[in-house]
Each structure stands twice: as structure tokens, then as C-alpha cells.
């Protein structure tokens, strides 16, 4: 399991794939949802929609 790098939270596979989609796919270290919204300054709301936004899309990352 990873964990978050800012706060040891386990994260879930979505926050996984979303940092990923957002830092680059090469990414090795993750930021649970609540410490993502902060480091880009955006809320946890905005994230949720576009982890939808981006299954709907059909992005790999969220399969």
C-alpha cells in the first residue's frame, strides 16, 4: 500500500491514479486527497469531479 508522503495516510487507488494524471504518470511519491487540494490550492470537490470526469473519459489510469 502506498501512503501519503505529506500526512502516512493510506491511499485509495483513485489518489493514486489522480496524482498521477495531475503530477505525471512517472510520479513515485502521492498526496492523499485533502494534501493535494492544498498543495494546488483547489477543493477536494473539484478533485472528486474530475476523477469522474476522467473515468468517464475512459482514462487507463482509473481502471
Known amino acids: 500500500m502506498k501512503v ?3 500526512c502516512d495516510t493510506m491511499l485509495k ?4 491514479a489522480l496524482c498521477k494524471k495531475i503530477l505525471g504518470k512517472n510520479t ?3 498526496l ?3 494534501c493535494l487540494s492544498e498543495y494546488l490550492n483547489t477543493d477536494e470537490e473539484i ?3 474530475k476523477i469522474e470526469q ?3 473519459e475512459g482514462c ?3 481502471l
Open 4 to 6: 501519503c508522503i505529506n
Open 13 to 16: 487507488k483513485d489518489e493514486i
Open 32 to 34: 492523499c486527497l485533502g
Open 28 to 30: 513515485k511519491q502521492f
Open 54 to 56: 476522467f473515468k468517464e
Open 60 to 62: 487507463t489510469l482509473f
Open 47 to 49: 478533485l472528486l469531479d
